[in-house]
T-cell receptor, first 113, second 114 residues
Framework: KAGVTQTPRYLIKTRGQQVTLSCSPI?????VSWYQQTPGQGLQFLFE???????NKGNFPGRFSGRQFSNSRSEMNVSTLELGDSALYLC????????????FGPGTRLTVT | AQKVTQAQTEISVVEKEDVTLDCVYE???????LFWYKQPPSGELVFLIR??????QNEISGRYSWNFQKSTSSFNFTITASQVVDSAVYFC???????????FGTGTRLKVLA
């Protein structure tokens, strides 16, 4: 069974631009979560989707948004990029929700210049 | 509030030594779930174990073992006879029903020297 895939793997953007990251969960997994990982803040929860519904959102500004499609694939969008948005963005999927183990993708490394 | 504390920022051991990574958690919920993940230099988090709050039985998987103690709110991870391939950052995480998110600790970087 294929693992969680994320595209693109690396991205360089300029301040003020926007970016869309994509995540394809493991087949059969309906829950997708997103995390931001930085050296200073560690792993910070962004949001969780289940069957196209956002069930929880972390403490991030409104510039960070996401969605999930009917096939469980998910995208996250960051508008008006800031230097501080440079991070590794990780997507994770689980079969039923976050009380189950999550399986993580390789991440998208975003660099904002 | 929920919180996970991994007080050990970095640990270095020599190959074949045993090492224990500490995890202390806080939650008011009686039903919760604890996890350990490994993040090797490649960056992808790898699931190691899941434990629910009603199951305090310790678990052993090869060289890995986990000690869950509700009395001290701890879920510690021991690697026996460490190997260089165990070098990674290890994260402990907590979730409860209905919160739909993990709370991660800050991670412990383990360096196993040959």
């Amino acid at each position: 069974k294929a693992g969680v895939t994320q595209t693109p793997r690396y991205l360089i953007k300029t301040r003020g631009q926007q970016v869309t990251l994509s995540c394809s969960p493991i087949s059969g997994h309906r829950s997708v979560s997103w995390y931001q990982q930085t050296p200073g803040q560690g792993l910070q929860f962004l949001f969780e989707y289940f069957s196209e519904t956002q069930r929880n959102k972390g403490n991030f500004p409104g510039r960070f948004s996401g969605r999930q499609f009917s096939n469980s694939r998910s995208e996250m969008n960051v508008s008006t990029l800031e230097l501080g948005d440079s991070a590794l963005y990780l997507c994770a999927s689980s079969v039923g929700g976050t009380t189950y183990e999550q399986y993580f993708g390789p991440g998208t490394r975003l660099t904002v210049t | 509030a929920q919180k996970v504390t991994q007080a050990q920022t970095e640990i270095s051991v020599v190959e074949k030594e045993d090492v224990t990574l500490d995890c202390v958690y806080e939650t008011r919920d009686t039903t919760y779930y604890l996890f350990w993940y490994k993040q090797p230099p490649s960056g992808e988090l790898v699931f190691l174990i899941r434990r629910n709050s009603f199951d305090e039985q310790n678990e052993i998987s090869g060289r890995y073992s986990w000690n869950f103690q509700k009395s001290t709110s701890s879920f510690n991870f021991t690697i026996t006879a460490s190997q260089v391939v165990d070098s990674a950052v290890y994260f402990c995480a907590l979730t409860t029903s209905g919160t739909y998110k993990y709370i991660f600790g800050t991670g412990t970087r383990l360096k196993v020297l040959a």
